[in-house]
T-cell receptor, first 112, second 116 residues
Framework: AQSVTQLGSHVSVSEGALVLLRCNYSSSVPPYLFWYVQYPNQGLQLLLKYTTGATLVKGINGFEAEFKKSETSFHLTKPSAHMSDAAEYFCAVRAGGFKTIFGAGTRLFVKA | ETGVTQTPRHLVMGMTNKKSLKCEQHLGHNAMYWYKQSAKKPLELMFVYSLEERVENNSVPSRFSPECPNSSHLFLHLHTLQPEDSALYLC???????????????FGPGTRLTVL
């Protein structure tokens, strides 16, 4: 069975500071991992994904994530936060069939 | 229209009403999904269709009835709902024919449903 845990339902950073959103997963097969972002009154939008190959994955808007198999983690980072990054972020794992398991989400607040 | 569209964007209904949510994808994808998003809960997968055939049905109450007439359209028919069914209902699509490829999903903006 697969599962996703996002540590911290809320994260607050200052504009220009490092963004770190944590995600740990559990999967009985090699996982395919995703980060999605949701802005208010919108659906989810893909930020980046890991399938196979290079473990450091770059996405849109300056975000990147590193797949660490030994730690079963897929943390999302951005070197310098922007006010426009304020949104809810979802980590997800897909392994087998059509089912994607989503984490509970982390709301990112960016202070001026 | 581009991407995934959903109508209506907002819906208020009484417990005895019957209504339908509509989703249309303009991406040429062959899999479509319904999700329920409630406050403080992870996204809940409700139904998945691949090439118009239902392939996932996650113990959803029978008051929710999906319909997929073709690979571009997906409906969710609602009847005799309960107040706890109030949520954001998201439709998504992906290019996944057999469920053995793991492409990302493209989401619509959702329908905000309120059941009185």
């Amino acid at each position: 069975a697969q599962s996703v845990t996002q540590l911290g339902s809320h994260v607050s950073v200052s504009e220009g500071a490092l963004v770190l959103l944590r995600c740990n997963y559990s999967s009985s097969v090699p996982p395919y991992l995703f980060w999605y972002v949701q802005y208010p009154n919108q659906g989810l939008q893909l930020l980046l994904k890991y399938t196979t190959g290079a473990t450091l994955v770059k996405g849109i808007n300056g975000f990147e994530a590193e797949f660490k198999k030994s730690e079963t983690s897929f943390h999302l980072t951005k070197p310098s936060a922007h006010m426009s990054d304020a949104a809810e972020y979802f980590c997800a794992v897909r392994a087998g069939g059509f089912k994607t398991i989503f984490g509970a989400g982390t709301r990112l607040f960016v202070k001026a | 229209e581009t991407g995934v569209t959903q109508t209506p964007r907002h819906l208020v209904m009484g417990m005895t009403n019957k209504k339908s949510l509509k989703c249309e994808q303009h991406l040429g994808h062959n899999a479509m999904y319904w999700y329920k998003q409630s406050a403080k809960k992870p996204l809940e997968l409700m139904f998945v269709y691949s090439l118009e055939e239902r392939v996932e049905n996650n113990s959803v109450p029978s008051r929710f009835s999906p319909e997929c007439p073709n690979s571009s359209h997906l409906f969710l028919h609602l009847h005799t709902l309960q107040p706890e069914d109030s949520a954001l209902y998201l439709c998504a699509s992906s290019q996944d024919r057999t469920g053995t490829t793991y492409n990302e999903q493209f989401f619509g903006p959702g329908t905000r449903l309120t059941v009185l």
